[in-house]
């Protein structure tokens, strides 16, 4: 069982999904990984469903468009997060939405990357993000996959002040996101033909096969079935309403995030 107190800056330290239908989100994804809700107002007079592991925040789920897609969407945290969206800026990329206060909670702002990935910034006031990580229904992993890895890198050392290593996972070239010295993130080309650039979410399972299982019963479909790497196993689904996720475990030998 992993526990945040609190996020350095470049971290991924929220996710969140957008379905058309939350109440049905619910259900699904409370019966794959446990969780329970409790519905919070927001601005514009919609609930935002705070998704609990017991009683530690692990994620949410808010409503979406009926003319967007569902989607899960990747946080970074920051220190500053008008000066982190001038930076977005300046090195190429799109503000989407501008800093806004969300009550006491901290400051959101949307950004489209320079190769068209979405990702929000989190300016942390009373709500750091998720407590409850790197265990069994909680967030695992937060990849970037994008057909040019090397700009995106550029982009998000420059914003956020991320570092970057170079590796390969069986065979494929992998590049890791670290602040200070710690791994917090990943780069990589799209697995699957024609997926748009997008930061991908994994969560954590103690049995992948079992989680797929449990998945496709509630109406999940199975994108990529479980494969194993030299870092642990994975599949990747897209849950009822069309929002593609992965789950994954984690090898014994891998290094700690």
């Given at each position: ?14 996710v ?9 989100a ?7 990984f ?12 919609t609930?935002y ?9 692990a994620?949410?789920i ?28 300046a ?11 969300i009550?006491?909670?901290g400051?959101?702002a949307?950004?489209l ?5 979405m990702?929000?910034?989190w ?9 409850a ?7 695992l992993?937060?990849e970037?996959?994008t ?14 002040g991320v ?8 065979g ?11 791994t ?20 954590g ?20 079935p479980?494969?194993?790497?030299p ?5 990747t689904?897209?849950?009822p309403?069309?929002?593609?996720f ?11 995030t």
């Amino acid at each position: 069982m992993a526990t945040r107190t609190s996020y350095e800056q470049g971290t991924p330290n929220w996710v969140d999904l957008l379905a058309t239908d939350p109440a049905a989100a619910r259900t699904f994804y409370g019966g794959l990984f446990g969780w329970r809700f409790e519905d919070t107002p927001t601005l514009q007079g919609t609930s935002y469903s705070m998704a609990f592991l017991g009683d530690r925040l692990a994620s949410a789920i808010s409503v979406q468009s009926p003319d967007e897609s569902p989607v899960w969407n990747t946080y970074l945290a920051v220190d500053d997060i008008d000066a982190a969206s001038a930076r977005a800026e300046a090195a190429g990329g799109k503000v989407l939405m501008p800093a806004t206060d969300i009550m006491d909670a901290g400051r959101m702002a949307a950004l489209l990357d320079p190769t068209g990935a979405m990702v929000f910034l989190w300016q942390a006031k009373q709500h750091i993000g998720a407590i409850a990580v790197n265990e069994p229904g909680a967030v695992l992993w937060n990849e970037l996959m994008t057909d040019d890895p090397k700009k995106a890198v550029a982009f998000y050392g420059q914003v956020v002040g991320v570092g970057s290593e170079g590796t390969d996972i069986g065979g494929t070239p992998y590049t890791l996101l670290t602040v200070n010295g710690s791994t917090v993130g990943g780069v990589t080309t799209p697995s699957m033909l024609g997926a748009p650039n997008h930061w991908h979410v994994y969560f954590g399972t103690g049995d992948v096969a079992a989680s797929v299982q449990r998945a496709t019963e509630l109406g999940a479909t199975v994108l990529s079935p479980p494969s194993t790497s030299p870092i642990g196993t994975s599949a990747t689904l897209r849950d009822p309403q069309g929002a593609v996720f992965s789950v994954f475990k984690l090898a014994e030998a891998a290094p700690a995030t």
